[in-house]
């Protein structure tokens, strides 16, 4: 019984992530943290500046929003948004015409 849990254990990396989200957990705090800070400041300031917000919504995807928020100084990814919206509760989805979206915080 015990060759068989070293056996088992042996094929085991701890260094290998396997998922995604293991990525995420073995990036350091601090470095997540100020990438979901950047998305929050991003969406408080949508949320004050209209045409800061219409620029944002005629965006289609992500990547897009993302590539643009780099542009004016706000470092995060598509990743870090997702964590964001969900934890808020917001969805991305636009609306209307023009597109609309109902991410910014006021």
Do not use: C, H
């Amino acid at each position: 019984m015990l060759k068989k849990m070293r056996k088992d254990t042996s094929r085991l990396d701890i260094r290998t992530p396997r998922r995604r989200a293991d990525v995420r957990r073995a990036m350091k705090p601090k470095e997540q943290d100020m990438s979901k800070k950047n998305v929050e400041e991003l969406l408080i300031a949508g949320g004050a500046d209209e045409k800061l917000r219409n620029k944002y919504d005629a965006l289609k995807t992500k990547e897009e929003f993302v590539a643009l928020a780099k542009g004016d100084g706000y470092e995060f990814s598509v990743q870090d948004l997702d964590d964001v919206l969900r934890e808020s509760g917001d969805s991305f989805e636009s609306f209307g015409n023009p597109a609309k979206r109902v991410i910014w915080w006021q």
